[in-house]
Antibody, heavy 120, light 107 residues
Framework: QITLKESGPTLVKPTQTLTLTCSFS??????????VAWFRQPPGRTLEWLAH???????RYSPSLQKRVTITKDTSGNQAVLTLTNMDPVDTGTYYC????????????WGQGISVTVSS | DIQMTQSPSSLSASVGDRVTITCQAS??????LNWYQQKPGKPPNLLIY???NLESGVSSRFSGSGSGTHFTLTVSSLQPEDVATYYC?????????FGGGTKVEIK
């Protein structure tokens, strides 16, 4: 059974850097074909894809955030970390990590999400 | 970026009604279209992938169809547990984008 859980700060100040960790079980990012993605959802709005990282350390980013976002995985293969620099109130929302089914861009398991507020 | 336009943005229907949600892509996305259900305060839940493939464990009340730029999600007989917001998402190429969502309520 695959499970994912997001962790990190729930309140950040404008201009600060947000660092979120996705801890998961039931698969490993060291296994061929596996990938983890990050999404966010502002209150009352639709979902936005931010980035994903694959088992072979291939990283893809949303063009609109490319200058601010970084995704990494730890050597154990059980965590994926998202950093977003220069936070702004418009970055407020719920951040989700999700498992991408092996070799196909289908997100079949999601974390519960972490609500992040950007405010001074 | 590919724009995904869903309609309607919200609907209210009676239990047992057949409900259809449409999703229009701004360019041809072949079969690379998924549907998610999201209940309040919960993460999205995959319903259908590749236009018409029902995800394991999802009720057969849900079905998907379409090709190219026009897609539909149908609920054959609306149930109270189907109250949620539904999103389409393409994966033809990056960036992945979602539709604006369709909020489904019971009349």
């Amino acid at each position: 059974q695959i499970t994912l859980k997001e962790s990190g700060p729930t309140l950040v100040k404008p201009t600060q850097t947000l660092t979120l960790t996705c801890s998961f079980s039931g698969f490993s990012l060291s296994t061929s074909g596996e990938a983890v993605a990050w999404f966010r959802q502002p209150p009352g709005r639709t979902l936005e894809w931010l980035a994903h990282i694959s088992w072979d350390d291939d990283k893809r980013y949303s063009p609109s955030l490319q200058k601010r976002v970084t995704i990494t995985k730890d050597t154990s293969g059980n965590q994926a970390v998202l950093t977003l620099t220069n936070m702004d109130p418009v970055d407020t929302g719920t951040y989700y990590c999700a498992h991408r089914r092996r070799y196909i861009t289908i997100f079949d398991f999601w974390g519960q999400g972490i609500s992040v507020t950007v405010s001074s | 970026d590919i724009q995904m336009t869903q309609s309607p943005s919200s609907l209210s229907a009676s239990v047992g009604d057949r409900v259809t949600i449409t999703c229009q892509a701004s360019q041809d996305i072949d079969k690379y279209l998924n549907w998610y259900q999201q209940k309040p305060g919960k993460p999205p839940n995959l319903l259908i992938y590749d236009v018409s493939n029902l995800e394991s464990g999802v009720s057969s009340r849900f079905s998907g169809s379409g090709s190219g730029t026009h897609f539909t999600l149908t609920v054959s007989s609306l149930q109270p547990e189907d109250v949620a917001t539904y999103y389409c998402q393409h994966y033809d190429h990056l960036p992945l984008t979602f539709g604006g969502g369709t909020k489904v309520e019971i009349k």
